[in-house]
């Protein structure tokens, strides 16, 4: 069997996963990757950026054989820690108990451990090698080094995984139209530092539950929900958080005066509005003034295409074809499923990229389309209204049919975090279960008033049950 070989865009984690996954099962595989070598020193400019892994993203690591050597270095996070204007905080637990958790990883650290497996795996990395131009009639890509150096080299399939800017999409559409769209969300993001308890004076730490390096609850992501904005914190392995403050990038005409990045332009006045939306947060963040003033604003969007691929020539897998916003925490967890779908397809059928790059996009564009939606429609649940009163008795209610009715009732964020369920799915299903508990409690936030017999009767009668899971 003539095995072709595959020249991967993009060493970050989808590619350095999905490289790990093809050399497995037998692939030749080369990745150009734009970035120095992470893992040679001088590049770790010491800041701290994490991601949460969760069920999708850890079954992928599993048929990786990477899941308990990530795990190993990762932060278990049990739920959501509410922290109110008011400073009241309440945990809300993200399952019954820990089996549904999700986790911390560093970005940097899980980069370097893909790295390595990809690599032991007979994966060669091409290093400071940046995609240019691809020639898709001769089958040819064009490389830059950091100088500017040029070279060229053939290829027989290409992937790009190589992030939200790829410069594969951006080949293949010179070649034909993908039918791009790219939808800003007009709110921005600004990373910001909590050290570990040792760096901050005594008097600001209020938390005390027997793990002394942290400066809060370790096991918790962290979240300020302020109405139009909000601030998260994931715990990193060190003891510190990483922060991120969301925020619009100006306000709407209408609000002039509500707070944007575009009105917040330096750490005086950021200093300011954090002291008076954030009273709590501010003192655990030291170098507030450095961090605001040094790091830049974020830009989010989601990402369409129309089309993934090139015939068999080419395809992008990743947040190069579907880059999402990132409040449901599931834009690596996706592209991390994308590589198992993509390496099944083309292990059951090596000699026809076409017919596999096609069941890709088939497979996998509306369960991308779903996530994409569901991380929009989880900004919004998250800054304004996991304080807010309909919204608690929804879910309350919707736990006691849970309980009740394991069967027929999971709550959206479940069915995305801790279980295979496509996206697609979660999507639909938790509309028609959410249309169930309006109809239940008709504009009530009391849900002792629901007669829950009655309500079980009703769900039972009104939704299929849910699929059967796999343990
Ligand atoms: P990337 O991680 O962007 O990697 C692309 C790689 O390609 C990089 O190494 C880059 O250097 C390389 N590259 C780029 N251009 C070229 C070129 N021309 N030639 C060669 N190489 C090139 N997801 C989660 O699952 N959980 C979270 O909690 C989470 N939090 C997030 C928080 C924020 C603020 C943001 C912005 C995103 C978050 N995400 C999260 C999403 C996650 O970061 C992405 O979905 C994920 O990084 C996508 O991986 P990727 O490999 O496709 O792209
Ligand atoms: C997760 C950046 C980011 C990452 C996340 C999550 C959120 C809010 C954000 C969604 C969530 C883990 N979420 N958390 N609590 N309810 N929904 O689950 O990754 Cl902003």
Redesign the pocket.
Known sequence: MAQQTITL???????ALLARQLAQRGFAVDV????ADPRRGGVQGGRSIN????ER?LQALRVAGLAELVLQRAVMMRGRMVHEHNGNTSLQRYGIDDSEVIWSVS?AALNTLLLDAAEAAGVTFHFG????EADFDRQRIHLADANGVKRSAAFDILIG???????VRAAMHAHSPLGERIEPLGHG?KELEIPPASELPAAVLQFSGGHEQFALEPHALHLWPRGGFMCIA?PNTEGSFTV?LFLPNRPLPAQSAAPSFAGIPDAAAATAFFSEQFPDLLPLIPRFAEDYDSHPV?S?STLYLDRWHLDGRALL????AH??V?FH???????FEDTVVLTDLLAAAPNDSADAFAEFQSVRQPNADAIAAMALENYVEMRDSVADPHYLARRELGALLAARAPTHFMARYRMVSFTHLPYAYALERGRAQDALLERLLGGSIRVADVDVDAAVTMLKATLPPLPALRG
């Open positions: 865009i993009g060493g970050g984690l989808v590619g150009c990757e734009k970035r991601l949460a892994l969760a993203g970005r090698q940046s995609l240019v995984a190589d992030g939200a800017g790829s410069a993001y994931l991120t974020g989010l897998l990743g947040d190069a880059a999402i990132p925490g599931q834009g690596m967890n996706c592209g």
